[in-house]
């Protein structure tokens, strides 16, 4: 997880969020390289900066 280190209780909340997402649409899950191949998610470390910023209230 992304903000494990940082934000240990925002991580388990944002990953309880998603399995419970997944469990109800599994067909929407996808590997993480399928996610980059597809250009949702180009770059960790902005993503994490953009995670981040918003978990702060910027």
């Given at each position: 997880m992304l903000l494990r280190s940082t934000f240990p209780d925002e991580?388990?909340?944002?990953?309880?969020?998603?399995e419970a997402y997944f469990r109800m649409?599994?067909?929407?899950?996808?590997?993480?390289?399928?996610?980059?191949?597809?250009?949702?998610l180009f770059s960790l470390p902005r993503t994490r900066q953009i995670l981040t910023s918003e978990l702060q209230g910027r």
């Amino acid at each position: 997880m992304l903000l494990r280190s940082t934000f240990p209780d925002e991580a388990a909340r944002l990953n309880r969020l998603s399995e419970a997402y997944f469990r109800m649409r599994p067909d929407e899950r996808l590997a993480a390289e399928e996610v980059i191949r597809r250009g949702w998610l180009f770059s960790l470390p902005r993503t994490r900066q953009i995670l981040t910023s918003e978990l702060q209230g910027r």
